[in-house]
Every structure is written in C-alpha cells, then in structure tokens.
T-cell receptor, first 116, second 114 residues
Framework: GAGVSQSPSNKVTEKGKDVELRCDPI?????LYWYRQSLGQGLEFLIY????????KSGLPSDRFSAERTGGSVSTLTIQRTQQEDSAVYLC??????????????FGDGTRLSIL | GENVEQHPSTLSVQEGDSAVIKCTYS??????FPWYKQELGKGPQLIID?????GEKKDQRIAVTLNKTAKHFSLHITETQPEDSAVYFC?????????????FGKGTHLIIQP
C-alpha cells in the first residue's frame, strides 16, 4: 500500500519568503508527526496531531512555524518569513493509535528545504 | 525531557562480521524503543522496536536488547551485508509517540567493508 507522501520533495526559496510543506499520511493512520532533520543532526520532534487536534505546540522552533491538519488526513507545515537556519529536511510520520502500547511511526522521504 | 545518547557515531565492519550500536536514555519512564535505518535521500525506515516489558527481540539478522535498570539498549546486526550500509538511529518515547513524539539519538553511520 501507499506510504507517507510528502511534497514538494525539494524546495529552494529566498530568505523572508513563506513556504508550505504538505504531508499525506498512510490511510487509516490517525496520528501524524512532524520532525526536522538538520545537516549532521538527529531528528527533532516538532508537533503531533491526533485527528485534527495538536495538543502541544511547544516543540515548534518559533512563532514563524505553524501546522494544521484538516479532515483528519493531510497536514501542512507553514514557515513564515523564512530564515537561513530553517534550512533542513522536514519529515512527516504517521501511525495508528490503539488503546494500549505504542504504535510504530512510519516516515515519508521528507521535504529538503533550502533558504538562500 | 528525555535525552538519548548513541555510540559510536561511525562504525566500519568487514562484510560478514557483526555490528553493535549502543544507546542510553535518561528518563526511566520511557517505555518504547524503536530503531530506524536511513539511506541517503530517504526517510527513516523502522527496522525493529522493543517495548519496556521485553528484554530482547530478534528478527532474522537483527536483534535489540534492553536493560531497563541501566537505561540502555543496543542494536545487533549479524552477518553484515553491503546493503546494511546506512545511518541507524535509536529513539525512545514515554507515550509511544503521543504528545512527546520520539526522542532520537544522533545516529550511527554504519559502513560495511567488502
């Protein structure tokens, strides 16, 4: 079946511009996660959605970052007034949610964002 | 919050030998520990995971061990093959990827020498 789909795969933009990144999770996965992977660094958790709700937005790096999810499926991560330090690979993951235990997160291939 | 340390940062082994990657975590409440393999230009791929009520789990050439008392867990790959070359990440979670998400180690670049 189809995995997590992210678009665009690459995005180059000028400093100060806004960008919107899209994530289409695996069908039936109600949980959705955004991570950021900077060059040479590990993965940094940004935000989690259960359905359309994000209970904790404190992981977003600054108030220039926002995320939304509508219809319990596709999510968008928006970065306003981009800065060079925003350059990174933005990864999306999704998982099932059950009443017990933890469910594996499955990742997309990410959006490589470059700020000139 | 949780902190995950991963060692070594680079590991080179001869094809056919075994590889071991080790991670430690700081929060004793963590109860889920997945391992991911990431190839260049791709997203992380889950290869094995373990929950805190289990000490060891195997899947063919891959095994993971967990020592809750010492707060460390390890990935073991036996009979390594060229296609095992990649970056491997360990992670830990308290809620299983709920509001806290996964906390990742910095990664290990595994190189399989022919």
């Amino acid at each position: 079946g189809a995995g997590v789909s992210q678009s665009p795969s690459n995005k180059v933009t000028e400093k100060g511009k806004d960008v919107e990144l899209r994530c289409d999770p695996i069908s039936g996965h109600t949980a959705l996660y955004w991570y950021r992977q900077s060059l040479g660094q590990g993965l940094e958790f940004l935000i989690y959605f259960q359905g359309n709700s994000a209970p904790d937005k404190s992981g977003l790096p600054s108030d220039r970052f926002s995320a939304e999810r509508t219809g319990g499926s596709v999510s968008t991560l928006t970065i306003q007034r981009t800065q060079q330090e925003d350059s990174a690979v933005y990864l999306c993951a999704s998982s099932l949610v059950r009443g017990f235990g933890n469910q594996p997160q499955h990742f997309g291939d990410g959006t490589r964002l470059s700020i000139l | 919050g949780e902190n995950v340390e991963q060692h070594p940062s680079t590991l080179s082994v001869q094809e056919g030998d075994s590889a071991v990657i080790k991670c430690t975590y700081s929060d004793s409440a963590s109860n889920y520990f997945p391992w991911y393999k990431q190839e260049l230009g791709k997203g992380p791929q889950l290869i094995i995971d373990i929950r805190s009520n289990v000490g060891e789990k195997k899947d063919q050439r891959i095994a993971v061990t967990l020592n809750k008392t010492a707060k460390h867990f390890s990935l073991h790959i036996t009979e390594t093959q060229p296609e095992d070359s990649a970056v491997y990440f360990c992670a830990a979670s308290i809620t299983g990827g709920g509001a806290d998400g996964l906390t990742f180690g910095k990664g290990t670049h595994l190189i399989i020498q022919p």
